[in-house]
């Protein structure tokens, strides 16, 4: 993926963008030529730029909504543990202030944590948990956020 997070206001966008690229079709096409040439030369290999590997990465935590969720609410410890109804109730409240109408069955929220790493745990006092994961401390989530405002501003998706 790779991201495009300019865009040109109205006022600066040149009507006569297409002719002036047509005219430099015998360069771009030399250029195009070079490129593939570098490629065959690299062995058919491509260097990922960093900020592609970035945007794709993010784009595919935004797409698996638990990811989403865990990496913006949640750490991943061996020794954590959050109660099954707090975890579930949390993720609805967050679903909604996130826009998602409809969050995933209970269900299906169970199957996706536990492709996480999240384990059942044990029930105390008459409540199940999960464990392996618990809430972010303040610290992390501020670094969360942060990150979420750099995503939305440099590759205009996430959190804004």
Same mark, same amino acid.
């Given at each position: 993926?790779?991201?495009?997070?300019?865009?040109?206001? /109205?006022?600066?966008? =040149? $009507?006569?963008?297409?002719?002036?690229? @047509? *005219?430099?079709?015998?360069?771009?096409?030399? +250029? !195009?030529?070079?490129?593939?040439?570098?490629?065959?030369?690299?062995?058919?290999?491509?260097?990922?730029?960093?900020?592609?590997?970035?945007?794709?990465?993010?784009?595919?935590?935004?797409?698996?909504?638990?990811?989403?969720?865990?990496?913006? /609410?949640?750490?991943? =410890? $061996?020794?954590?543990?959050?109660?099954? @109804? *707090?975890?579930?109730?949390?993720?609805?409240? +967050? !679903?909604?202030?996130?826009?998602?109408?409809?969050?995933?069955?209970?269900?299906?929220?169970?199957?996706?944590?536990?492709?996480?790493?999240?384990?059942?745990?044990?029930?105390?006092?008459?409540?199940?948990?999960?464990?392996?994961?618990?809430?972010?401390?303040?610290?992390?989530?501020?670094?969360?956020?942060?990150?979420?405002?750099?995503?939305?501003?440099?590759?205009?998706?996430?959190?804004?």
């Amino acid at each position: 993926m790779v991201p495009f997070a300019v865009q040109i206001p /109205e006022a600066q966008r =040149d $009507p006569e963008i297409e002719k002036a690229l @047509l *005219a430099e079709g015998p360069g771009i096409l030399n +250029w !195009c030529l070079q490129g593939l040439t570098a490629y065959y030369a690299s062995g058919k290999r491509l260097a990922k730029p960093g900020r592609v590997s970035v945007a794709t990465g993010t784009y595919r935590t935004i797409s698996d909504t638990i990811a989403y969720f865990l990496a913006t /609410e949640c750490t991943l =410890d $061996p020794d954590g543990m959050i109660s099954r @109804l *707090a975890l579930r109730e949390h993720f609805e409240k +967050w !679903c909604e202030e996130e826009g998602i109408r409809r969050p995933i069955s209970a269900r299906k929220f169970a199957v996706a944590l536990k492709s996480h790493g999240i384990r059942n745990g044990t029930k105390y006092a008459g409540e199940r948990f999960w464990t392996g994961i618990r809430w972010k401390n303040e610290h992390e989530q501020e670094l969360a956020e942060q990150t979420q405002d750099f995503q939305h501003s440099i590759l205009g998706f996430g959190r804004g």
